[in-house]
């Protein structure tokens, strides 16, 4: 088992058909290959932890990398874990029409993510909640528009 | 005249055919064609009679035709009703004069041959050509105004073209040598490169995108940007490589500036024994110094981009991380004291600091960590220390308390003791007399002191005392009670005067303690020349600061410092003057214990003044 934490930006801002296209492709996708975890995407910021098989894990980082959808994937972790510590896979966002959504299965609101579970490391749910403020800002009960910063810089070696 | 087969053949050939006999020239043959030209009922008629469509110029030459008897070619004759309207048909018209048998001139041969077509394409193509040229004017006033020097350059290497800028900024004549010179002007460290480059490039038929230093008309070298693409017509090889060069000096020198800051930034975080790191906008780290990675034993892949939070004593952790994700939101300095782990599985402490900067490129974070062991350490010492003295002084406390309690009761025991002894015991000598009197004030004396010692310790135990609002007038007329038989004795007057500031808040014991000592002070040192005079004065200072002054006309002292002055417990200035030296330390450590101070001055042979000044400046509630 393994899980990797990506920030990416959306070439263009995604609409909600863009989301929900995403959304039916990857839910269908990630069951059939036991993926979990949670997408978080506000006005062309993105991050995602996704955790599964290693055998599974990275050739889907490996096609998400190569995605044309998005571009500046940042890789910030990729490690081997004891236990899942999402149940689902899910994905957090403001839909303009939220109506559409609220009911469809694997949708959230950013301000509705449930805590997360102590089974994550702190350095782990730490991680996932700079994400988290780097996508949705300070305060996600409100659309927030800003870019995490670029050009990304890497971790030297 | 022809042949009937081969007037049958002329009639329907696709050009016009038509005889213009005698001088007069009329209409002989008129083909199907030529009907078009000149009508269908000509022949027979004459050309005046008969112009048709014929153009005026061409009407007006073919007499001069038929007398110069020399063949005439009108090419492109534009024929037809309205100049350029749709009708408007183009011929080229070839006139060829024959004789009869007798060699005179008999008559014209017209060939009409429609060239509408060719005429319409070589007109688009001559309003092509216009626009042609009008883009090409303005391409080259573009190319040759804007700010990039623009080139072209053969699949061979051979520069074709370059735009004037580049001359005027190379300082190159314009019959300069392209092809031979550009390297040359390439800084030599970029040259091999460029080239290498340029060649690789346009071998594998893709395009470039370099930057080199070309040498400028002044000889100094400026960091160019040099982009090229294939001018390609499938499926031929590319043509040519079209090109621009940028100057991108400044911009070039400004991120090396920043590299050469963020390098030399690093090597000293590198080099120095703190925790050192920095982090994104988002508050991922991206550099932990040296240090931390042999502090912690862990690389920074192992550490990543939160890891350093999992170094810390593990009932810290989640409370350091909160801080730090309310730090990132909210671009407040993170700061505190945390225990971090050791590779050696030691913990020590840290004090942890990080601040978020804008250096330039986007703000960021950066963060230190000091090894505060040592001082950890000599504060816990300390805090041993501290609290061992404190108990021992509370222990002397007790012992003195206890010590003078228990003591006074023996003092009183002997007393009694001694005042039987003297009722019933006789002297007969003198001397005898004086050694019970001295006696006598010995025993006094020691009474007194364990009382002063008593109370010592007492009013320490008082400073913690409930305060109320005090009514001074009250308050001060009570104390003068108490001193009443001393007062009467030394026919003292003491005035009181608390208009100003008639109330106070204090302990209504400490208050006692302080206006009693400072009282009997004043009669103790009374002048023997003249009864004492107390002034008792309370009033507010400019901050508000209530003050109690007390003010004698006795003896007077000696005062180092009238804002601090000294005063020691048994430490006594009139020896001549009984008393115990407890009284003033007494004041003193009661006033400063609450906030306040005293300050004192005092004129020896004239008299003292004290100042109480209740609390601290600051501490008015
Ligand atoms: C931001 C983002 C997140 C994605 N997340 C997932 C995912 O969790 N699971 C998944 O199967 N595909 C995900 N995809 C889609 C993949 O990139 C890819 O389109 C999909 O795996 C199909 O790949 P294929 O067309 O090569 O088969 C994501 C794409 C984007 C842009």
Redesign the pocket.
Known sequence: MKHIVYL?R?VRPMTDTDLQA?LD??R???VR?G?T?V?F?SHGN?A?L?EGPAEMVDP?FD????????SHVRKLVDTPIAARSFPT?SMAFHPLEPSGFTALENFLLPHQLPPLPPSLTIADALLVELVQLAVFGPDPTQPFEHRHSDPPRTLDA | MPAPRFEQLLRRLQAGVATLEGPELRYGFVNEQMQVLVGANAEGRTLTEQPGLLPTALLEVLPKVYEAGTPYTARACACGPAADGPDRRYFDVMVDPYADEAGEPAGLLLLAVDVSEQEATRQRAHELALTTRQLDARLRVLTETAPLFTYTMSPEGEVTYVSPQWYRFTGQPETADLTAIWPLLVHPDDRLRVLFESDTARRTGTGWNYEYRLRRYDGQYRWMLSRALPEVHPPDQPVAWHGALTEVHLQRELSEARRRGEAELRFLADSIPELVWTTSAEGLVEYYNHYTKSYSGLTTEELGPTGWVGLLYPEEQAAAARRWVQSVASGEDFEGEYRLRRADGVYRWHTIRARRLNDGSGPRWFGAGSDVEEQHRLRQVLQTQYDELARAHHNLDTFVYAASHDLRQPTLNLRGLFEELSRSVRFTDPEQALMLRMVDTALTHLDGTLADLAATVQTQRQQQEPVEVLDLALGLEEILLGLRPQIVLQGASVEIDVQEAPGLLYSRANFRSVVHNLVSNALKFAHPMRPPQVLLRSYLTAQGQPVLEVRDNGLGMHVDDPHNPAFRLFSRQHTEVEGTGVGLYLVQRIVTSQGGHVEADSTPGVGTTFRVFWAAPTGLE
């Not at chain 1, 096609?63 to 998005?70: A, E, L, N």
Request: hydrophobic share 35%; charged share 20%; net charge positive.
């Open positions: 990416s959306a995403l492709q990857s269908h996708d990630n290959h993926i975890g997408l995407y993105i995602q996704f889907l096609r998400i990398s190569r995605d044309g959808r998005h896979w």
